[in-house]
């Protein structure tokens, strides 16, 4: 697994996860509800409740006039753009374009590379129309590319081994000078499993491809960091960061200036703008900005390392390796638990190896329903999730029957090792 995505040194082995709970209001409410459903949204910390309400009382007008309350939107738009730029390392904040969805903007990247196929050539006048898909995938970053078979666009698959993970040695044997884009998701939402996103994108860019990164289920989990992965462009939805529902694309700077997109004529021709068609949820956005601050008080409370500049992009990346850390503790400990209940398993089943996933856990229990297993955790007051998990041709890849799929569990930073237990007592009597 690649540097950014391996496992942190012992100074971040701990948070003051009792603490963080009190600042999260849903989970206050009903405390002996436990919510293991975090891959579908997680909760929100108080600061964003106060950000969001804070927009609708304060400045609920629209941007771009010159009255102090709509200066005061502008203001926000830039300091989000700002903030998420030093969440995930961007080279600028103008890289960063907010929206409704990640789903939207992988369609939209793709809608307007689909407008550049016909005739499309590289320097070297070699036609690159192919791209690269996988079956891990949500299929948001599958069928959006698939669509673009009507401008000429053929596609290959990489695919997932009986391990449930995708292995760069597989796609190098697929990557030629014909390829114009490698599509794939850093962390599997069914699964968990990581992608060594930046063995994908030297593999890519050896090549002349580009790559496009689907992070929405990693961005809980880990440090995003697109000067690192070395991508081309990213997308990334609010709602499962902490975050109210809104989504977000990072496009390499050239990029997105030579991308085709609609806009109004008044609109330049320049990113951000360019890519920000209609009126913005300006309350949402405002509260993906206090979900970074969420993150960055965190970094800053844990303390900054030894020789390391107290800088926002350091402390940011403080709080999300200190998450990394806790969270494969939560992995190792679920593990056991699923082990221990006789559940199978999909994707990565050693706890040795829980540096190769996030607590997302994907399985089945002999002779029990999925969807009884999820009824018996919610008369539990337990939160889980059954179905294919938006991932209909991974669950075909697994042998999984996609109109019942398999049970997820998925955790973040504000579950404990207590809840995981609870769980187990369910799954036990199951079992029995």
């Not at 540097?3 to 012992?10: A, H």
């Not at 080279?91 to 196929?117: D, K």
């Not at 059954?386 to 890849?397: E, F, I, N, Q, V």
Request: with cysteine; proline share 4%.
């Amino acid at each position: 697994m690649n540097s950014q995505l391996e496992t942190v040194t012992s100074e971040y082995s701990s948070l003051p996860v009792a603490d963080l709970r009190q600042e999260f209001p849903a989970l206050q409410r009903d405390p002996s509800s436990i919510f293991f459903d975090n891959a579908a949204g997680a909760q929100v910390p108080r600061v964003v409740l106060d950000a969001v309400v804070e927009h609708l009382t304060e400045r609920n007008v629209q941007r771009g006039g010159r009255y102090p309350r709509s200066v005061a939107v502008d203001a926000m738009l830039a300091r989000t753009r700002a903030s998420v730029a030093a969440l995930i390392n961007a080279y600028q904040p103008n890289e960063i374009a907010f929206g409704m969805n990640a789903t939207s903007f992988i369609r939209l990247v793709s809608l307007a590379i689909g407008q550049t196929l016909v005739g499309a050539k590289d320097q070297t006048n070699r036609t690159r129309n192919e791209f690269i898909v996988t079956d891990l995938d949500h299929e948001a970053n599958i069928a959006t590319w698939l669509a673009l078979e009507r401008f000429g666009a053929t596609f290959k698959w990489w695919r997932v081994r009986a391990d449930g993970a995708l292995h760069v040695d597989d796609l190098r044997a697929l990557v030629s000078e014909r390829t114009r884009l490698v599509a794939c998701t850093v962390a599997s939402n069914a699964l968990g499993t990581l992608v060594d996103v930046r063995a994908v994108a030297d593999i890519a860019h050896r090549s002349g491809a580009e790559v496009f990164l689907d992070s929405v289920h990693f961005s809980p989990h880990g440090p995003i960091d697109v000067q690192a992965f070395d991508c081309d462009y990213l997308v990334c939805s609010g709602y499962k960061a902490f975050a109210p529902h809104m989504g977000f694309l990072w496009g390499r700077y050239e990029l997105l200036q030579r991308m085709p997109t609609f806009r109004e004529d008044f609109i330049p021709d320049e990113p951000p703008g360019k890519i920000e068609a209609g009126t913005l949820v300006f309350e949402n956005i405002a509260g993906m900005d206090a979900a970074v601050g969420y993150l960055e008080q965190l970094g800053g409370r844990i303390g900054v390392p030894s020789g390391a500049a107290a800088s926002r992009a350091n402390r940011l990346k403080q709080a999300m390796t200190a998450i990394q850390t806790y969270e494969q503790a939560l992995s190792r400990q679920m593990l056991e638990c699923l082990h221990s209940c006789g559940a199978t398993i999909y994707g990565v089943v050693e706890r040795s190896l829980v540096s190769s996933r996030v607590p997302t856990f994907c399985f089945n229990i002999e002779g029990v329903a999925p969807a009884s297993v999820t009824d018996a955790a919610a008369a539990a007051s337990i939160g889980i999730r059954d179905g294919h998990l938006y991932t209909p041709r991974l669950m075909r890849r697994l042998g999984v029957p996609v109109d019942s799929g398999a049970v997820r569990v998925s955790l973040v930073h504000y579950n404990t090792h207590d809840e995981i237990r609870a769980l187990a007592d369910v799954l036990r009597t199951l079992r029995r």
